[in-house]
């Protein structure tokens, strides 16, 4: 399934194999085919399938909990806080990572606990829980990616040409990196984070999360300092402002974070709500309020108060000007996007990864299905809006060239696809 529901999955699949067991042949097809055609409920919703079959959808606006979410909790046992911190440190600079371990259920929820600490942010580029054996030649890509791989295939995977490659074995609790990424973070960020890990590490609930998302708040939070906002313009975002502001030991880091693709597409999912005149409000925004990185936010307490005073029909005048065409060019390129990695793949049929989210972690539940996106589980967007138009991905751009209506009354879009270099 595209949809991350990890502990929903385990519940409805013991139910199954309990009705198995009793041989209750026509209670599991029933339930099967309630699943099938069951419209995708909103967040927090209970969903009654049955007697005994039932389930509440889970929220992805909130913080995963231990020991409610096995992944993060498989991940936490796993692994300890050093490594965990440097594993962190690698993804905030978009290394090539490599996760190992001999179990496969171990493997796949330390890959998927380990990018959810990203939260607001998300992986954006190559993402694969468990890589096939026939596909290891995935490891000597020159791009970054985060890769989990089974212990008993990493003796072939040591003998590829790997070059700065981070490397973590769960089954050893050790972490091969050729940098020095953690020492690189400021100090005072990584202290803190260091001594909430350690504090929690006894308890349940969603300390180890709210950790991570206190880091990131330290890191990024001052983002809305550097929002510019001008009458009758769409709210832009200033990079040199966001990097001057803070002080010089932060500032390195900032230099190198604006360069970062989960960083960029963070800034441009802000900015396309804003100027939509919508607005956001999450558990990260909150963060960012009862921390000191908050600072003097004046811009964006600004589009607030414009808000608040009806000013938002600035906003809605700039998002009609868009052009339609590009309203619907990132769905196109999702689509593109899917089947060119199934044919450079030589896709066999058997599940290489993840793909695709229902629910937009600002946005909400997304409702058809063309808004499924081939993109991993935790949501990183695949590709950008360029400036000029273009719709930036990893391997091509496409260039809208026409639009029009399609002969089912939607939208239509024809590209023109130019390499990049």
């Given at each position: 399934s595209y949809l991350?529901?990890?502990?929903?999955?385990?519940?409805?699949?013991?139910?199954?194999?309990?009705?198995?067991?009793?041989?209750?042949?026509?209670?599991?097809?029933?339930?099967?085919?309630?699943?099938?055609?069951?419209?995708?409920?909103?967040?927090?919703?209970?969903v009654h399938l049955g007697v005994h079959s039932f389930f509440t959808v889970p929220d992805t606006g909130e913080l995963p909990s231990i020991p409610e979410n096995r992944n993060l909790t498989e991940y936490f046992v796993a692994v300890d806080v050093n490594n965990m911190l440097h594993l962190y440190a690698s993804m905030l600079y978009e290394r090539r990572i490599l996760i190992c371990c001999s179990k496969l259920s171990t493997l796949t929820a330390c890959v998927h606990g380990s990018a959810a600490m990203m939260y607001p942010m998300h992986w954006q580029h190559v993402y694969i829980p468990v890589l096939p054996q026939h596909l290891l030649d995935y490891c000597c890509a020159p791009m970054p990616y985060l890769i989990g791989v089974h212990s008993s295939l990493m003796e072939k995977v040591r003998g590829m040409a790997l070059d700065d490659v981070v490397v973590l074995n769960v089954d050893t609790?050790?972490?091969?990196?050729?940098?020095?990424?953690?020492?690189?973070?400021?100090?005072?960020?990584?202290?803190?984070?260091?001594?909430?890990?350690?504090?929690?590490?006894?308890?349940?609930?969603?300390?180890?999360?709210?950790?991570?998302?206190?880091?990131?708040?330290?890191?990024?939070?001052?983002?809305?300092?550097?929002?510019?906002?001008?009458?009758?313009?769409?709210?832009?975002?200033?990079?040199?402002?966001?990097?001057?502001?803070?002080?010089?030991?932060?500032?390195?880091?900032?230099?190198?974070?604006?360069?970062?693709?989960?960083?960029?597409?963070?800034?441009?999912?802000?900015?396309?709500?804003?100027?939509?005149?919508?607005?956001?409000?999450?558990?990260?925004?909150?963060?960012?309020?009862?921390?000191?990185?908050?600072?003097?936010?004046?811009?964006?307490?600004?589009?607030?108060?414009?808000?608040?005073?009806?000013?938002?029909?600035?906003?809605?005048?700039?998002?009609?000007?868009?052009?339609?065409?590009?309203?619907?060019?990132?769905?196109?390129?999702s689509t593109v996007l899917f089947y060119s990695v199934k044919e450079r793949l030589h896709y066999t049929g058997e599940c290489l990864f993840t793909f695709c989210s229902t629910a937009d972690p600002i946005k909400g539940p997304l409702r058809t299905l063309e808004d499924h996106r081939p993109i991993t589980v935790h949501f990183g967007q695949v590709g950008r809006m360029g400036r000029k138009g273009e719709i930036k991905i990893q391997l091509h751009t496409l260039v809208p060239m026409m639009s029009g209506k399609s002969k089912h009354g939607g939208s239509r879009v024809e590209y023109q696809r130019k390499s990049l270099p």
């Open positions: 991350p529901w990890f502990e929903v999955f385990y519940k409805l699949l013991n139910i199954l194999a309990d009705y198995t067991i009793k041989g209750q042949e026509s209670n599991w097809q029933e339930l099967l085919v309630s699943l099938h055609t069951l419209p995708i409920p909103e967040p927090g919703v209970p609790n050790t972490l091969e990196t050729p940098y020095d990424d953690l020492q690189s973070l400021p100090n005072d960020v990584v202290s803190s984070l260091k001594s909430r890990l350690k504090k929690v590490s006894t308890t349940t609930g969603d300390g180890v999360a709210r950790a991570f998302l206190k880091s990131q708040a330290a890191l990024f939070g001052s983002y809305r300092n550097a929002l510019q906002i001008e009458p009758g313009e769409p709210i832009t975002f200033n990079e040199d402002t966001f990097v001057n502001h803070r002080s010089s030991a932060m500032r390195q880091f900032l230099l190198n974070a604006i360069q970062l693709q989960l960083f960029k597409q963070f800034i441009d999912g802000r900015l396309d709500l804003l100027n939509a005149g919508e607005g956001f409000s999450d558990i990260f925004e909150d963060e960012i309020n009862m921390g000191e990185y908050a600072g003097s936010d004046k811009t964006y307490h600004q589009w607030l108060f414009t808000v608040k005073k009806g000013g938002g029909a600035i906003f809605n005048t700039v998002k009609t000007r868009a052009n339609p065409a590009m309203k619907n060019a990132y769905k196109f390129v």
